[in-house]
């Protein structure tokens, strides 16, 4: 048995600060230095730090009551609860650390990881490098408070300290028009955003007289004292806040220009990292501060992101279907792939939670790496000074076979095909559609899959059948973006063997909320 402080309990998140310190600390010493190997050395060891300490407390049983720790309870942390199902910290405060914050802390860092290895090499000839790594961090250190947090107005503090760092981050190519643009609106619809979620909040505090997620919920269950109509208009502006962070429709135009307009890995790192943080929230306000039971009398959330888990998968995959550009459709299909998790939100009434839930968060980590290393491969292609539309694609396979291999494993596995990750995790999701009872969703997560095969299809084809022009050669093989490709292309393919054991770990973590 492993004793440490109940402090210890966010570990993560501390070591994601203190990293985003050091690298600041580097750049006051000597802000002239482009060491860029240092400077993405410290930020990687900071990432891979976290992964390691989340797995670690994941596995020793962090968050597991005492009586259902078995094998797994072998950390404790003083000033724990010795029934509960979760470490508060401090005990009745504001951040929580249980198996949901550790499952999403590692897809965050893991994403963090695979980014920064490939930015050695997407960055190397660029100024500001201390601040895009810094930045990074920055965010990713939100993402993961975000994870933890157990109040709304903590969840608003940690959704702006993930959120200011990318408005910068998709304007770091400063000499590109497209890049500042695309910043602007990305920062234009944020503000919107934030200021919605904020007032959302208020509704909600005026109401129920706590911003804490279990003193909301309790105050809700006394139906007679909650003004209903305040509280309903509270709850959707508060969806719509989500809505925002995880690119749904209709609050999802800022992520195509934001996706096309931002560094490479950053198109990644949004699209994986930020949206599993924004959903990470939903799940814990809809199960924690808003139960069905309580809720559904003022406004039925649950029917609400059916709506919008169908619009958005059908919007998505066909806006995908008809761009020339690859960094677009990827981002399109970011869209789509927000539809099929909302699923997990749409069923949470269903009386099949825990596996509803579970499933979704199974496709955000799988997703996390296929839908990663397939904009880290677009970053590999920039590097080379390869177009992006479809024909400049036309055969990559020659010159580079591997990466491209690693790009047909991430496609087909977004797709569904038993060739990944994605397979199991979309068959999860159609499964919890069966279970509750949720046909639409299961029909429109048949149609809109299908339809992305086909649209994937075009860029294999393009890079292993089209010939290529006569005037194609790639300079360089970075060795960073190579290993960020290939590493988390054997990750997808790893996880179709072992998408058990993450499934397991997520419905157990969906169940104790």
Not at 4 to 9: F, I, R, V
Not at 94 to 111: E, G, K
Not at 145 to 164: D, G, I, P, R
Not at 453 to 466: D, H, K, P, T
Request: glycine residues 10%; negative net charge; charged residues 10%.
């Amino acid at each position: 048995m492993v004793q440490l402080p109940a402090w210890a309990a966010t570990a993560p998140v501390l070591i994601l600060g203190a990293t985003a310190l050091v690298l600041l600390l580097i750049d006051s010493i000597d802000p002239d230095s482009t060491n860029n190997r240092l400077l993405g050395g410290v930020a990687a060891l900071g990432s891979v730090l976290t992964v390691a300490t989340s797995i670690w407390f994941l596995v020793g049983g962090t968050g597991l009551p005492r009586a259902q720790e078995g094998g797994r309870g072998i950390i404790r942390f003083f000033g724990g609860s010795e029934t509960g199902y979760s470490l508060v910290v401090p005990e009745g405060g504001q951040i929580v650390v249980d198996q949901m914050a550790l499952f999403f802390t590692v897809i965050v860092a893991s994403v963090l990881t695979l980014v920064v290895i490939a930015s050695m090499d997407y960055v190397a000839d660029h100024q500001y490098q201390a601040e895009y790594y810094t930045l990074t961090v920055l965010a990713a250190t939100g993402m993961v408070l975000l994870a933890m947090s157990n109040s709304l107005v903590t969840a608003f503090l940690a959704l702006e300290l993930a959120s200011l760092p990318s408005y910068a981050l998709v304007a770091w190519l400063k000499a590109n028009r497209g890049s500042v643009e695309s910043a602007l609106k990305y920062f234009l619809i944020g503000a919107v955003s934030s200021a919605i979620f904020a007032y959302g909040i208020s509704l909600v505090y005026a109401t129920t007289g706590s911003l804490q997620f279990n003193d909301v919920a309790a105050a809700l269950t006394d139906a007679g004292t909650v003004p209903a109509g305040v509280l309903g208009i509270g709850v959707l502006m508060i969806v719509a806040g989500v809505a925002f962070k995880t690119a749904t429709v209709p609050f999802h135009f800022w992520a195509p220009e934001a996706y096309e307009g931002a560094p490479a890995p950053i198109s990644g790192f949004l699209s994986s990292a930020s949206k599993a943080a924004g959903f990470v929230l939903a799940f814990r306000v809809f199960t924690t501060a808003f139960p069905a039971e309580a809720v559904f009398a003022t406004v039925d959330w649950a029917f609400v992101f059916l709506i919008l888990s169908l619009v958005t998968m059908t919007v998505g995959n066909f806006a995908a279907a008809t761009q020339n550009n690859v960094k677009r459709m990827l981002a399109y299909s970011s869209i789509g792939h927000a539809g099929y998790v909302l699923i997990g939100l749409a069923g949470l009434a269903s009386g099949h939670d825990a596996f509803v839930l579970g499933s979704a968060m199974s496709h955000l980590l799988v997703y996390g790496f296929m839908n990663t290393g397939a904009f880290l491969f677009i970053a590999l292609v920039e590097y080379w000074g390869v177009g992006r539309t479809f024909e400049d694609y036309n055969g990559l396979a020659t010159k580079a076979p591997l990466a491209c291999a690693a790009m047909t494993v991430f496609l087909f596995s977004l797709a569904g095909l038993p060739i990944g990750g994605g397979f199991f995790s979309k068959f999860y999701l159609l499964l919890s559609t069966v279970r509750a009872e949720l046909w639409i969703l299961g029909a429109g997560l048949i149609i809109n899959s299908a339809l992305s095969l086909f649209y994937y299809s075009r860029v294999v084809r393009a890079m292993w059948i089209e010939d290529p022009d006569a005037g194609l050669e790639l300079e360089g093989h970075p060795v960073g973006l190579y290993v960020a490709v290939v590493g988390a292309a054997v990750v997808t393919v790893l996880l179709l063997p072992g998408f058990n054991l993450v499934s397991e770990i997520a419905t157990s973590a969906a169940g104790l909320l």
